[in-house]
């Protein structure tokens, strides 16, 4: 069984970039079949899904976020990331980095808290 | 891209069944058979399971099933038990493409 845990900032100032990374053990994140998503969660409302990126670095992104996102892949570190560009209040949420081996996340990390505050 | 919709709560008795409706558009739901459904218990990550619509990952019970209707997919919960009161999420592939999340459902055990 894949584990999955995301790393980042717990706070981030408006306008500044969010930056995480999630680290891939148990296995390789170099699953040719698999794609490595992100999905994020505002408190006390639904999954909002924000992208994903497969091991041959194709991405692709919620189109509501494309022009403030970037993810990247790192397999020589089994890690992939999440940059969010200009953030507000409104990109306060759990984030959750997952994997999707085709059509579904059957894999998720457990979750970690982004307040973006001055 | 908009939310799925999907009924802010449902509500059942121990050992009754209840469903979960989703309803989307041709360009999602409707188009594809690929939509999932996540459970999620306060606190915690949500948890597959249903898949490709219909299918069960291994070690989900067999009293989740999954079906499909032009532009809606709908979630069976049957022989309701307390652990299964939580958020309910639809998931479906979208053709921009990118995936879409329903608005999510708290299914209350009375």
């Known amino acids: 069984q894949l584990q999955l845990q995301e790393s980042g900032p717990g706070l981030v100032k408006p306008s500044e970039t969010l930056s995480l990374t999630c680290t891939v053990s148990?296995?390789?994140?170099?699953?040719?079949?698999?794609?490595w998503g992100w999905i994020r969660q505002p408190p006390g409302t639904g999954l909002e899904w924000i992208g994903a990126?497969?091991?041959?670095?194709?991405?692709y992104y919620n189109p509501s976020l494309k022009s403030r996102l970037h993810i990247s892949l790192d397999s020589s570190k089994n890690q992939f990331s999440l940059k969010v560009y200009s953030v507000t209040a409104a990109d306060t949420a759990v984030y959750y980095c997952?994997?999707?081996?085709?059509?579904?996340?059957?894999?998720w990390g457990q979750g970690t808290l982004v307040t973006v505050s001055s | 891209q908009s939310a799925l919709t999907q009924p802010a709560s449902v509500s059942g008795s121990p050992g009754q069944s209840i469903t979960i409706s989703c309803t989307g558009t041709?360009?999602?739901?409707?188009?594809?058979?690929?939509v999932s459904w996540y459970q999620q218990h306060p606190g915690k990550a949500p948890k597959l399971i249903i898949y490709?619509?219909?299918k069960r990952p291994s070690g989900v019970s067999n009293r989740f099933s999954g079906s499909k209707s032009g532009n809606t997919a709908s979630l069976t919960i049957s022989g309701l038990q307390a652990e299964d009161e939580a958020d309910y999420y639809c998931?479906?592939?979208?053709?921009?493409?990118?995936?879409?999340f329903g608005s999510g459902t708290k299914v209350t055990v009375l």
């Open positions: 997952a994997r999707d081996p085709g059509f579904r996340y059957d894999d």
């Open positions: 148990g296995g390789s994140i170099s699953i040719i079949s698999s794609y």
């Open positions: 990126i497969s091991y041959g670095r194709n991405t």
């Open positions: 041709g360009s999602d739901v409707g188009g594809y058979n690929y």
């Open positions: 490709d619509v219909s």
């Open positions: 998931n479906s592939f979208t053709s921009s493409p990118s995936f879409v």
